[in-house]
């Protein structure tokens, strides 16, 4: 368990749709990462928040938000979904913004249909 | 800017045999090297790290790597191996300046045969 937790694990939606996506961090993390894992993408950093700021952009769609909450968990929305977003999210968490250790969660399953 | 090269994508390899999964990183800047492994339907474990010091680093279950400035290069290694070693690995790299976000490869797949 490597202490970041991730809501929900399992995700069916439409296409057209928006959800919001969870995570925790390790306790006593500031930083925030997002990645997708898709088969034709691999795996693509979205977006970093340290402290309740963005820190650093990455591949993210316009469609695509984040941000990270006073209590340090943060929040990926996807809205106006398509059939290929479908792909595992993770968060990741590390005690500082630069990426020396970095620990990742189980992951959200998300299916467009 | 950053890349990473994992040169095979699947390995099968005999239980008790050893193993060595290649990587071999660009990078413009110095950088901190990581190993990750990834188990059916689970999330990324971090298996070990090179920060720096020894370039010869251990990590959980049994693997090591070893950091080759000169090559650009982070092997991962194990003596034995067991069937519960048969998952995903991911090689990356974090920029120790400018970018704050780790680069992955593209996975290399381990399969154990009894």
């Known amino acids: 368990d490597s202490g970041v937790t991730q809501t929900p694990k399992h995700l069916i939606t439409a296409t057209g749709q928006r959800v919001t996506l969870r995570c925790s961090p390790r306790?006593?993390?500031?930083?925030v990462y997002w990645y997708q894992q898709s088969l034709d993408q691999g795996l693509q950093f979205l977006i970093q928040y340290y402290n309740g700021e963005e820190r650093a952009k990455g591949n993210i769609l316009e469609r695509f938000s984040a941000q990270q909450f006073p209590d340090l968990h943060s929040e990926l929305n996807l809205s106006s979904l398509e059939l290929g977003d479908s792909a595992l999210y993770f968060c990741?968490?590390?005690?500082?913004?630069?990426?020396?250790?970095?620990?990742f969660g189980e992951g959200s399953w998300l299916t467009v249909v | 800017a950053q890349s990473v090269t994992q040169l095979d994508s699947q390995v099968p390899v005999f239980e008790e045999a050893p193993v060595e999964l290649r990587c071999n990183y660009s990078?413009?800047?110095?950088?901190?090297l990581f190993w990750y492994v990834q188990y059916p339907n689970q999330g990324l474990q971090l298996l070990l790290k090179y920060l720096s010091g020894s370039t010869l680093v251990k990590g959980i279950n049994g693997f090591e790597a070893e950091f080759n400035k000169s090559q650009t290069s982070f092997h991962l290694r194990k003596p034995s191996v067991h069937i519960s070693d048969t998952a995903e690995y991911f090689c990356?790299?974090?920029?120790?300046?400018?970018?704050?976000?780790?680069?992955f490869g593209t996975g290399t797949r381990l399969t154990v045969i009894p």
């Open positions: 990741a968490s590390s005690v500082g913004f630069k990426p020396n250790t970095i620990y």
């Open positions: 990356a790299v974090g920029p120790q300046t400018g970018a704050n976000n780790l680069f």
């Open positions: 990078s413009s800047v110095s950088v901190y």
């Open positions: 306790s006593g993390d500031l930083s």
